[in-house]
């Protein structure tokens, strides 16, 4: 049966000496280039020697932060996930089992994550919105708790939308604001473009859709390209994951692509969070959605879509820059698009309590359609 809770989880580069041009011949007329090579590596070089600096001073600068945040600190960040959760088990129509945290009663709120994130990534949102909603945060699959059941990651962003869908009904879930982040706002995508619209209608009452893209999302190389390079990554990923190596060997390989998730004047404590749950994403998991996500476009399919709908997006996003986030409002009747200044990729960590008063405003846009279509009609499945 699919979509069943059950109890609990299963078991310097230096420079290099120029040699000396001889005089006459083409000699003579080969010195300039040469010089200006000799110049345009010193700068080069000085350049290179310049960014090292200041990389070294910022990262220690972020050491120091990380090692002083405690448990305590992380708490008043809001990076520490709300006491008072309730943890749900759902078991899958392959064997995996979606995991889930559940805070508070009213309106439904469910949070759907980015790739190498987790549901614990909402804890702000779970404090901020508990109060007066039912807010339920999902591991997707391969993340956080969740487990990959038999069919892995075939299907792709389909798989995990099938996912969604089970646990929307395992918990009853009607008239939910569905909010995706990055990664999973292509899930939530997914999810409406597949589903009858009576399901559609009974489920979900209104979609937010933060720093994320209805596809293409590689779209500067090309289709073929991009769907070339993800194969030879993903190749590369599952090698590295049977002979055991993690995402990124170098710890400080992976503090810098933690910290291109962020704009400027990034919290080393919220970077640091980035980077621990990437660093706890199996290779796996990444192996098997590279592919998926460097195909993913529904652009084409979300004209018929009778939703209020929510776009967020940060003006200094490098991941789903503003131009993504523009072309998705578009092809959204209605669509509201909300662009804010100087942040970056992770809004829910960088302007947290900005972020949950708009998902609160879009909850009571999901609730008010939804009382209307839903009055006298039945729940599907």
Known sequence: MKGRMIAGPPVAVGRKRVPRPRVGGSGASAAPSI?????????????????????????????????????????????????DVVHRWIELDDGGVAHAVERGDGPPVVLLHGVTLA????????????????????????????????????????????????????????GALLVGHSMGGMVALQLVADAPPEWTAARIGA?????????????????RTATMLSRALSGGLQAADRIGLSTAHSADIRWWMARANFGPGADPVQVAMTEELGAGTPLRTLAGLVGPLAAFDVSRRLGHLDL???????????????????????????AQLVELPRAGHMLMLERPHELSRLLAEAAGMAAAPHQCRSAGGATTS
């Open 119 to 174: 549901a614990g990534v909402w804890s702000q949102q779970l404090a901020d919105l508990g109060d007066r909603h039912r807010v339920v945060a999902v591991d997707l699959r391969g993340h956080g708790r969740s487990t990959v059941g038999a069919d892995g990651f075939t299907g792709g962003i389909g798989r995990l939308a099938s996912d969604v869908r089970q646990v929307l009904h395992a918990l009853d879930l009607t």
């Open 207 to 223: 979609l937010a859709l933060v720093a994320t893209s209805a596809g293409p999302v590689v779209d500067v190389v090309g289709a």
């Open 35 to 83: 010089r200006r090579a000799a110049l345009a590596a010193g700068a080069a070089s000085g350049l290179a020697g310049a960014v090292g600096a200041l990389w070294t001073v910022e990262h220690r600068v972020v050491v120091r932060g990380v090692r002083a945040a405690s448990k305590a600190d992380r708490r008043a960040a809001g990076l520490v996930v709300p006491d």
């Open 308 to 334: 209020p709908a929510l776009v967020v997006v940060g003006s200094h996003d490098r991941l789903t820059p503003p131009r993504h986030a523009q072309r998705l409002a578009g092809a959204l009747a209605g």
